[in-house]
């Protein structure tokens, strides 16, 4: 099985001729990833290469990205692309996703995972800091669904499988700029699946509670996160059943409901 691409003479990239393996249904789906080298964006992947998916993988750090690639081509993917970008820049965006969807000849799936956490007490202190969470976590996906949404939209067809979370339900004193940025991330693709539902364009929030991924990593009480790759095994079924909302687990659907639920008066004095 070949995962190489090919330049024409006019240096277009285009997929090289496959013998398509009659392995699943999958073998024909084209996913576009955007934060590649991501915990759960990892898990994610190696499940979709297992099943024989067209990926094109997008993270800025060119060594991790090599790796993530060369094993999900020896896990059985029908074809891996690659493109190092720092996703901050958003003015690099329509040229790179161009790319990606020429290198796929097409696109089944997106799915937004990049992101960072953050340093809340000097975000509090500083607001270049908080400012740098919000345009990673939230004008940086902004700019690349704006893209990628027009382009489904006039193919009528596509997934948006984008990762918010938890965290964007209810601002709390111990990260509130990081759910900020998810709080606007989860209302931007809120309005952006009731514009784009009726092209026939799917839209899913994926809101995972704590899970175990580098980013949690030194956060006391991390051994009793979620597993990355049950996690990941519910956003892969949540994308082939185009669900609009994804709690992950599931029981954080029911936590953020009573938490959501509690008035000011009484938040306000808890420590969270
Ligand atoms: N883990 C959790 O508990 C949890 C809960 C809810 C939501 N989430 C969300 O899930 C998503 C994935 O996070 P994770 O848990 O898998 O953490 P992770 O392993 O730390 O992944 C975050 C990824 O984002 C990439 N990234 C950050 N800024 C970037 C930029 N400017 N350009 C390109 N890539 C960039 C990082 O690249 P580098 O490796 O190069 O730094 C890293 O690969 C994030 O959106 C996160 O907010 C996580």
């Not at 740098?132 to 596509?158: D, E, K, M």
């Amino acid at each position: 099985m070949s995962t190489q691409t090919v330049n024409t003479q006019n240096g277009t990239p285009e997929l090289a001729l496959h013998a398509v393996p009659a392995k699943t249904i999958y073998a024909s789906k084209k996913i576009l990833v955007l934060g590649a080298t991501s915990g759960i964006a990892e898990a994610t992947c190696r499940i979709w290469a297992a099943k024989g998916a067209s990926l094109f993988l997008v993270a800025r750090n060119a060594d991790k990205l090599a790796a993530v690639a060369a094993d999900l081509k020896t896990r059985g993917a029908h074809y891996v692309d690659t493109a190092v970008a720092d996703l901050d820049d958003t003015s690099t965006h329509p040229e790179l996703l161009a790319h990606a969807v020429n290198s796929l000849t097409g696109l089944d799936v997106a799915y937004l995972a990049h992101g960072v956490l953050g340093d809340q007490a000097q975000a509090e202190a500083d607001f270049g800091t908080a400012e740098q969470i919000l345009h990673t976590n939230f004008t940086a996906p902004v700019s690349l669904l704006t893209w990628l949404a027009n382009y489904c939209v006039q193919r009528h067809s596509g997934v948006l499988a984008v990762i918010s979370s938890v965290a964007g339900d209810r601002g709390r004193k111990s990260n509130y700029v990081y759910g900020s940025s998810k709080a606007g991330l989860s209302a931007f693709l809120g309005g952006l699946r009731n514009r784009v539902d009726r092209e026939g364009v799917t839209v899913l929030t994926i809101k995972p509670g704590p899970t175990k991924t580098a980013m949690t990593s030194s956060m006391p009480g991390s051994e009793k996160f979620a597993d990355v790759n049950a996690v990941a095994k519910s956003i892969v079924a949540a994308v082939d059943a185009k669900k609009d909302t994804l709690y992950v687990p599931g029981k954080w659907a029911l936590i953020m409901f009573v938490l959501t639920h509690i008035p000011e008066t009484i938040f306000k004095k808890t420590n969270t």
